[in-house]
């Protein structure tokens, strides 16, 4: 894995930091240590949370957290790349939780700025 378990706890340690009362209750209720799961084509992501058929994971391609549906403990079923925030992706399972319907986002827009393992002007 290129992406260090220090650099995830970095990660998760400003979400958290960032969360209202509502986000950190159920981040408390959904949270796991960092394990590695594989996702088919992409190798191995952290998986930071678990809800029911649903993990929270960091995408480090995309550098951002993300919701997947899982059927086989270990294997992340869907690749997404919406780059949120940890206290973003608490806060869509929350509203899911609340309203009873998964809507989405499914993607997001793309984040300016230099991303690493990318050279420019090449």
């Known amino acids: ?15 958290w930091s960032r969360m209202s ?5 159920l981040w408390d209720a959904i949270k796991r240590s960092p394990e590695e799961w594989d996702l088919k084509g992409y190798g191995p992501f952290w ?3 678990i ?3 649903t993990v929270i994971y960091y995408n480090h391609f995309e550098y951002g957290f993300n919701r997947s549906s899982w059927t086989a403990f270990g294997f992340i079923d869907q ?4 780059q949120f925030e940890l206290e973003q992706a608490v806060q869509v399972q929350l509203d ?4 009873g319907y ?7 827009g793309p984040i300016a700025g230099e ?3 990318k050279q420019s002007g090449r």
Not at 1 to 15: A, C, K, P, Q, V
Not at 96 to 99: E, F, G, R
């Open 21 to 25: 009362f509502k986000q950190r209750n």
């Open 102 to 108: 998964d809507v989405g986002p499914r993607s997001s």
């Open 1 to 15: 894995m290129r992406f260090s378990e220090e650099t995830l706890w970095d990660h998760i340690n400003d979400g």
């Open 115 to 117: 991303y690493l393992g």
């Open 96 to 99: 899911i939780i609340n309203s």
């Open 47 to 49: 998986v930071v949370a």
């Open 51 to 53: 809800i029911g058929e």
């Open 79 to 82: 690749f997404q790349s919406l």
